[in-house]
């Protein structure tokens, strides 16, 4: 008996669209073979935030797959909200067991979270011959359950095949990464990570035998870097958008995304603007030039001093009777400029047709060195979980897996900076990077408490600094375009369950 992995990249709710996508996959497939698929593929996830819409689950459970001509075993809805499984083909169930010929398959509904200890807890009937595991595991840096997979089939000396979801719905990622196992728990196959993959294997019911393919092999920042792609290019393709527009500032933040975004949607479906003030250095400008040259995308260079000026003419005469609030900190001139730039963006993707995409990191975003309605305009922010030390490495992966410096090296080593006033410097407003992240990450992705934390190059009242500033600048990431989720602990809904529905 053959089976086919089918690694479904489907669309949230389109249920017709994704039957189509499986009826096309199984078209020309053999009468004896039989289809996997990831969790509940005519629905897809995270579905929980739609459920409640428009009478949906009665909808789901009305949903056919037609089709008589091969074996296609998935998971559905019951009458009662809760889950089960549909067969089409020859697919006989038998109590917890489902026959097809002498194979029996063994299919239990698989959790999305707390993955290993459902594993441990999990009772395997004895005369299971596959153990099938319809998955939709989220992904997040450190994602991996190849361990505990391959240690359940060698414990319970089945052989095993775990087929999840990939692609992405909105900032929601999916791992992808498909896996066959055999008794042995030996990894036999292995599908891409977050792009849709299929794959066979023969089974007689005894021994296995797996298409030869390669194994992928991703670094950890090679990883982020897939990720972010693939949610730029599914947040497009699933809301029927073809272009972007990136605001190049000559850093490393707009750099990085914008090099993501190039491989999303191609390099002809981009177009960078850059916008010098009299702050900038021509340096700068230079570098945006040489990175949107070396991606292939468009750009226009839209001078902004002449608009801001035009802002504070207007503002002086009512300011010349207000005082700032804080005469110390007064960053009123800084912002002008940052929305002048957000109002270009937004007003050319609005003349073609495209979303901006935003271009701030986790590290800003937590200290709230960010302008709302400026630098945080935009429909998402590709690395928005990712810090800005750990950016760099993302970009350095992204040169060598092209075999050149398409982002310009320059840019790997000049000093971070806004350049809104004079001979500014981001250092000046936050600790350096490297030590500012390695506290975020504790408080973030390892939930420790603030007393509890010392980085060596930062003093106890500067890292108390940093957990205040993280606290009151809430009010910013509330009203920042969605986060594309790569972490343990993005901002958005796991960090502030109450700010939208849970994925699971």
């Known amino acids: 008996m053959r089976f086919y992995l089918y690694q479904l990249n489907g669309k949230l709710g389109d249920m017709q669209a994704n039957a189509q996508k499986i009826l096309a996959f199984a078209k020309n497939l053999e009468n004896d073979s039989c289809t996997l698929l990831p969790s509940l593929p005519l629905v897809q996830h995270p579905y929980a935030e739609i459920s409640h819409v428009g009478g949906f689950l009665d909808r789901a459970r009305k949903e056919y797959l037609d089709c008589s001509h091969t074996n296609i075993l998935f998971e559905s809805f019951a009458a009662d909200g809760s889950f089960s499984w549909e067969t089409r083909g020859g697919i006989v169930q038998n109590e917890k067991l489902f026959k097809l010929g002498d194979i029996a398959i063994f299919a239990p509904h698989c959790p999305q979270c707390g993955f290993a200890e459902f594993l441990e807890n999990l009772s395997v009937p004895h005369a299971a011959d596959l153990v099938y595991f319809a998955a939709a595991h989220q992904f997040y840096e450190g994602f991996a359950v190849q361990t505990e997979l391959a240690g359940f089939a060698k414990k319970h000396k089945k052989n095993v095949v775990y087929v999840n979801a990939c692609g992405a719905s909105d900032g929601t990622i999916f791992a992808g990464q498909s896996m066959l196992f055999s008794a042995q728990g030996h990894m036999l196959l292995q599908l891409a990570p977050f792009s849709e993959d299929s794959a066979y294997f023969d089974f007689d019911g005894k021994s296995v035998q797996a298409e030869n393919k390669n194994f992928p092999s991703v670094t950890a920042d090679g990883m982020l870097f897939l990720a972010a792609k693939q949610a730029v290019c599914d947040y497009a393709r699933k809301s029927g958008i073809k272009r972007a527009v990136i605001g190049l500032s000559g850093g490393m933040d707009s750099a990085l ?248």
């Open 257 to 504: 995304v914008a090099a993501i975004t190039c491989e999303a949607l191609g390099s002809g479906n981009v177009t960078g603007i850059i916008m010098p003030s009299k702050y900038n250095a021509q340096t700068s400008m230079d570098d945006a030039i040489n990175l949107a040259k070396n991606l292939g995308m468009t750009y226009y260079i839209m001078p902004i001093s002449e608009i801001t000026r035009s802002f504070e003419s207007a503002l002086a005469p009512s300011f010349a009777n207000e005082e700032p609030f804080s005469k110390e900190n007064d960053t009123t001139f800084e912002n002008i400029q940052a929305r002048t730039r957000g109002n270009l963006l937004t007003a050319f993707a609005n003349r073609i047709g495209a979303m901006v995409i935003g271009t701030g990191n986790k590290s800003e975003a937590a200290m709230g060195y960010c302008t709302l309605y400026g630098d945080t305009v935009g429909a998402m922010e590709p690395i928005a979980d990712i810090y800005k030390s750990r950016a760099y490495r993302v970009a350095r992966w992204f040169n060598d897996s092209k075999k050149h410096a398409c982002i310009p090296e320059n840019i790997f080593t000049k000093a971070p900076s806004a350049e809104l006033r004079p001979g500014q410097k981001d250092e000046d407003s936050l600790p350096p990077y490297p030590y500012l992240d390695a506290v975020l990450h504790q408080l973030l992705e390892e939930g420790k408490d603030p007393e509890t934390i010392t980085e060596e190059h930062l003093s106890t009242d500067d890292i108390m600094l940093i957990y205040r500033r993280l606290k009151t600048s809430e009010f910013k990431r509330k009203q920042c375009p969605f986060p594309v989720i790569l972490t343990s602990c993005p901002f958005g809904g796991k960090w502030n369950p109450s700010a939208s529905a849970k994925v699971f």
